[in-house]
């Protein structure tokens, strides 16, 4: 909102965060430029021209990645992008759970026309080498 976007949407399951980001960013909520959920993500319905991946993806079962991809495809609008950071490295058990983009590709590629995963250029001293960039559009 300070670098000038002016309809973003925050969704989170965490009741505790999500009235904390309405308390501390009532204003942009008031200007109607700020709207924060406290949804399930599976059963979270609206459009969006972009989604900024954070950490979430990590976090849930990897059964459930297929359905991922499929609800994030549904998310977004004709040409609407997701973008973040995803490990590349695994990991024994989780979260967060790791993974390989060649698996990554499977779950992305029957829902969407580009896929570009590149390795991450600032990641964190710890896990330099072990992240990627992606970009993915509908």
């Not at 973003?8 to 009741?15: E, K």
């Not at 969006?48 to 059964?63: G, H, R, S, W």
């Not at 983009?101 to 896929?115: L, N, R, S």
Request: net charge neutral; glycine share 6%; aromatic share 16%.
């Amino acid at each position: 909102m300070q670098q000038g976007f002016n309809h973003l949407s925050v969704i989170d399951i965490a009741a505790n965060l999500t009235e904390h980001l309405r308390a501390k960013l009532k204003e942009f909520i008031k200007a109607d430029k700020l709207h924060v959920f406290c949804n399930d993500f599976f059963e979270h319905q609206a459009k969006y021209d972009l989604i900024i991946e954070q950490t979430f993806f990590c976090a849930i079962n990897p059964k459930l990645r297929a359905e991922y991809a499929k609800h994030m495809h549904e998310l977004l609008t004709p040409n609407g992008k997701l973008v973040g950071l995803l490990f590349n490295t695994n990991f024994d058990g989780g979260p967060p759970f790791g993974g390989k983009t060649i698996e990554y590709e499977t779950y992305f590629k029957p829902y969407f026309k580009y896929i570009s995963f590149i390795p991450s250029l600032n990641s964190i001293t710890p896990r330099a080498g072990k992240e990627v960039w992606f970009e993915i559009e509908n």
